[in-house]
């Protein structure tokens, strides 16, 4: 086995079931899956998107647990949202996490379970009313409705739920997180008692508790939007703020090149690692995989962290 003088950390964000684009990005970054000193460093979204989401698990499953560190995504509480509620809603289909149920199954999407469905029916000959026609029927209902129950499906539960997943990893330098950590919101309590649900005002204030949030709190700060909120100034923490979630692109194009729309990156295209000395305090990673078919890899040696 291969070994090195110290720990080299390999992050990625947002893989989105493309595995193969993962793969090579690691293999151009230098990881060695026989080198004990590599650690791989994953802030969350692994599924969803991509056609690829149980060639992620197995190979995450199979990397020894103590190299690799996994950071709970907004699309791993969307999945287990999806599984418990039972039934499939809007976000459900445009986010990807429908397709990711039937991949996780063996099928390429939905479409492709009702591709197999009617090409098995019409090779069968089957006449529509008859007993065979529907006991053919029920047995396809019968598959589609134990897709999210199968044993798959609650390993990959159970796995994320795990003490092997974190809401965030913590160094003397780096805070890694999905997309930030938890702050403090303030309730419009006109707003909420107008529509019957709670609304919070936009502006938000750093917390000094953030490492003690709830899950729920944690849940929601998986939705933020990473450059506003380094725009504000928001981070306190005395350390950088490594996340993804948000396509770099919106970091460079709001935060560096805000007056120079010239400069402006196409998201469709180029969503480089951010990184700047004018925000010291913040780093993404996020590359829209689905748009650019590239996964960013950021290198940290132990003695950096």
């Not at 964000?13 to 990005?25: L, T």
């Not at 986010?95 to 098995?120: A, C, M, P, W």
């Not at 928001?234 to 729309?261: A, M, P, Q």
Request: glycine share 6%; hydrophobic share 30%; charged share 30%.
């Amino acid at each position: 086995m291969k070994n090195s003088s110290q720990k080299t950390y390999l992050i990625s964000s947002d893989i989105h079931g493309f595995f193969d684009e993962w793969m090579k990005a690691l293999e151009e970054a230098g990881f060695d899956k026989e080198n004990s000193n590599h650690i791989l460093i994953v802030l969350g979204d692994i599924f969803d998107r991509g056609r690829q989401p149980l060639e992620i698990y197995k190979f995450l499953r199979n990397l020894p647990i103590e190299r690799r560190i996994l950071v709970r995504g907004n699309h791993e509480q969307l999945l287990k949202d999806l599984v418990n509620r039972g039934f499939a809603e809007s976000h459900d289909y445009h986010n990807g996490t429908v397709d990711t149920i039937f991949q996780l199954n063996g099928y390429h999407s939905e479409k492709d379970f009702d591709h197999r469905y009617f090409k098995e029916l019409t090779e069968k000959g089957l006449i529509y009313g008859t007993t065979e026609y529907q006991n053919f029927k029920k047995k396809w209902r019968n598959r589609r409705k134990n897709l999210m129950t199968n044993k798959t499906i609650v390993e990959i539960l159970d796995w994320i739920d795990s003490n092997e997943w974190c809401n965030y990893y913590e160094t003397g330098r780096y805070i890694f997180v999905h997309s930030y950590i938890p702050l403090r919101k303030f309730i419009n309590f006109a707003k909420s008692e107008w529509n019957g649900y709670i609304v919070y005002d936009k502006p938000k204030e750093y917390r000094e508790d953030w490492r003690d949030a709830t899950d729920e709190e944690w849940d929601n700060a998986k939705w933020g939007c990473p450059w506003q909120y380094e725009e504000q100034g928001l981070n306190r923490t005395g350390k950088t703020i490594v996340c993804g979630h948000w396509h770099t692109s919106d970091f460079f194009n709001n935060l560096i090149y805000k007056n120079e729309k010239s400069k402006h990156l196409d998201v469709r295209v180029s969503n480089p690692i951010f990184k700047s000395d004018k925000y010291p305090g913040l780093i993404g990673l996020d590359a829209c995989t689905a748009a650019t078919l590239k996964v960013n890899v950021l290198i940290l040696k132990e003695s950096e962290l």
